[in-house]
C-alpha cells in the first residue's frame, strides 16, 4: 500500500515563500507521474503542478514561473518550492501519485497567505 505525507505548510505573508514537501512509502516513484493539487474552501480541487517520470513539468497558469515541483528519488520524495506567495493560493494542499495508473493522495497540508 502506498502511502503519501505531505509536510511544510504554514501560515506565510504575501510574497513570501514556503517549501512542500511529500515522502512516499511502500513503493518507490522514480517512474511514478507526482502532482500537487489544492483545495480552497467551497471550491473543487485543482492541479497546480505535475512532474513526469521522465522529468517533464507542467504547471497551472496561476502558479507558473511562481511555483517548482521538483523529485528526489533517493528520498522517495516530491517537493513543492513556492515564491512569490499571494492570499490566493491559500488552501489545502494534496500530493497525488499515479502509480501503474492507481491514484494515491495524501492527506494535505494547509498553506495560508495573508494579505
Known amino acids: 500500500q502506498v502511502q503519501l505525507a505531505e509536510s511544510g505548510g504554514g501560515l506565510v505573508q504575501a510574497g513570501g515563500s514556503l517549501r512542500l514537501s511529500c515522502t512516499a512509502s511502500?513503493?518507490?516513484?522514480?517512474?511514478?507521474?507526482m502532482s500537487w493539487y489544492r483545495q480552497a474552501p467551497g471550491k473543487q480541487r485543482d492541479m497546480v503542478a505535475t512532474l513526469t517520470s521522465g522529468g517533464g513539468a507542467i504547471y497551472a497558469l496561476s502558479v507558473k514561473d511562481r511555483f517548482t515541483i521538483s523529485r528526489d528519488n533517493a528520498k522517495n520524495t516530491v517537493t513543492l518550492q513556492m515564491n512569490s506567495l499571494k492570499a490566493e493560493d491559500t488552501a489545502v494542499y494534496y500530493c497525488?501519485?499515479?502509480?501503474?495508473?492507481?491514484?494515491?493522495w495524501g492527506q494535505g497540508t494547509q498553506v495560508t497567505v495573508s494579505s
Open positions: 511502500g513503493s518507490p516513484i522514480i517512474s511514478a507521474v
Open positions: 497525488k501519485a499515479r502509480i501503474y495508473l492507481r491514484d494515491y
